[in-house]
């Protein structure tokens, strides 16, 4: 199992959250992370130029997005887009694309949130054939009609992983797309649901076996202070839990909310828990730090104590 960290934007003025992830990602990879995983926040940083930051001041670790919402461009865009970070990156960037939520996509964007599973197998179309380029695209579906020619190429095959949480969903992404990025995920939903669909599905066409994504909340605290850590994952990360795509995904698992899923504790039970995920399947941990405390020096203490030490677990996950 390969294993990545979580940098976003968070909070912060602009000018700071800029410099924080550069550090955040220069850290990662002297740490010998494997992957970066970089959420798209909707009311924040954009993903793939947070990539093309971090590709210039990086060498080896690869850079992925968690995900871009497909509905907030077109799929001509956000393959030029894509092509851009990826040609800065020097072929690292793994592209992480998904429908997102109703609460995104309607509420924010009032876009139409409509059959996502059917719009997102029509966005592919037109995607996959932008990101194989260069070349003309011509694409007439149902959602979109493109003559479109497009003069950058891939540096290398760009890795296209879908957020897919229920059946339909896990199909399209077994048959068309690379692998899944999963939130709101518990070990048992990923062995029981994720694993044998996407696999399946993938195997029916002829696909290699796909690449799970798990992303995690982790917080290095004493086996005390583990429901603390459980508290503030669900303060701070509950935004999760008003979606019925992930109310429906917990419902796969034992985890009931964000905090249940939070991988906390001392060394031992932190990989005790990065190893239920490596055994339930999962080919990438992304793990999104979480440190505890009552003032900002706590945690900022906290954060550095937490990556300090799961740096030093990874080389026992290899």
Request: charged letters at 25%; glycine letters at 8%.
């Given at each position: 199992?390969?294993?990545?960290?979580?940098?976003?934007?968070?909070?912060?003025?602009?000018?700071?959250?800029?410099?924080?992830?550069?550090?955040?990602?220069?850290?990662?990879?002297?740490?010998?992370?494997?992957?970066?995983?970089?959420?798209?926040?909707?009311?924040?940083?954009?993903?793939?130029?947070?990539?093309?930051?971090?590709?210039?001041?990086?060498?080896?670790?690869?850079?992925?997005?968690?995900?871009?919402?497909?509905?907030?461009?077109?799929?001509?865009?956000?393959?030029?887009?894509?092509?851009?970070?990826?040609?800065?990156?020097?072929?690292?960037?793994?592209?992480?694309?998904?429908?997102?939520?109703?609460?995104?996509?309607?509420?924010?964007?009032?876009?139409?949130?409509?059959?996502?599973?059917?719009f997102t197998r029509d966005y592919l179309?037109?995607?996959?054939?932008?990101?194989?380029?260069?070349?003309?695209?011509?694409?007439?579906?149902?959602?979109?009609?493109?003559?479109?020619?497009?003069?950058?190429?891939?540096?290398?095959?760009?890795?296209?992983?879908?957020?897919?949480?229920?059946?339909?969903?896990?199909?399209?992404?077994?048959?068309?797309?690379?692998?899944?990025?999963?939130?709101?995920?518990?070990?048992?939903?990923?062995?029981?649901?994720?694993?044998?669909?996407?696999?399946?599905?993938?195997?029916?066409?002829?696909?290699?076996?796909?690449?799970?994504?798990?992303?995690?909340?982790?917080?290095?605290?004493?086996?005390?202070?583990?429901?603390?850590?459980?508290?503030?994952?669900?303060?701070?990360?509950?935004?999760?839990?008003?979606?019925?795509?992930?109310?429906?995904?917990?419902?796969?698992?034992?985890?009931?909310?964000?905090?249940?899923?939070?991988?906390?504790?001392?060394?031992?039970?932190?990989?005790?828990?990065?190893?239920?995920?490596?055994?339930?399947?999962?080919?990438?941990?992304?793990?999104?730090?979480?440190?505890?405390?009552?003032?900002?020096?706590?945690?900022?203490?906290?954060?550095?104590?937490?990556?300090?030490?799961?740096?030093?677990?990874?080389?026992?996950?290899?």
């Open positions: 199992m390969r294993v990545g960290v979580m940098i976003g934007p968070e909070r912060g003025d602009s000018a700071r959250k800029a410099g924080r992830m550069v550090k955040d990602i220069e850290w990662a990879e002297s740490a010998g992370m494997d992957t970066a995983w970089i959420p798209q926040v909707p009311t924040d940083f954009d993903a793939l130029i947070t990539v093309t930051m971090m590709g210039m001041r990086t060498s080896t670790i690869e850079l992925g997005t968690a995900v871009v919402p497909l509905q907030a461009q077109h799929p001509i865009a956000l393959a030029r887009q894509a092509l851009s970070a990826q040609a800065v990156a020097e072929g690292r960037l793994a592209l992480g694309v998904g429908p997102s939520h109703h609460w995104i996509v309607q509420d924010m964007l009032g876009l139409p949130y409509e059959r996502p599973a059917r179309d037109v995607l996959d054939q932008a990101l194989s380029g260069p070349g003309q695209v011509d694409v007439e579906n149902d959602s979109f009609t493109v003559h479109n020619p497009l003069e950058l190429g891939p540096v290398r095959k760009v890795p296209v992983l879908l957020a897919a949480l229920g059946p339909v969903m896990l199909n399209l992404a077994g048959e068309r797309a690379d692998g899944t990025v999963l939130w709101m995920a518990d070990h048992r939903a990923i062995a029981e649901h994720i694993v044998p669909r996407i696999t399946k599905a993938a195997d029916n066409v002829g696909r290699p076996a796909p690449r799970v994504v798990a992303g995690l909340p982790v917080c290095l605290c004493r086996p005390s202070e583990v429901d603390v850590a459980r508290e503030r994952a669900n303060r701070i990360l509950a935004e999760a839990e008003y979606s019925p795509n992930y109310q429906r995904l917990l419902e796969q698992g034992e985890a009931r909310n964000v905090g249940d899923l939070c991988v906390a504790g001392d060394e031992e039970a932190i990989l005790e828990q990065f190893r239920r995920y490596a055994d339930a399947g999962v080919t990438d941990l992304s793990m999104r730090l979480l440190p505890i405390g009552d003032t900002r020096d706590e945690l900022v203490a906290s954060k550095y104590r937490t990556r300090e030490v799961v740096a030093e677990l990874v080389k026992e996950l290899r």
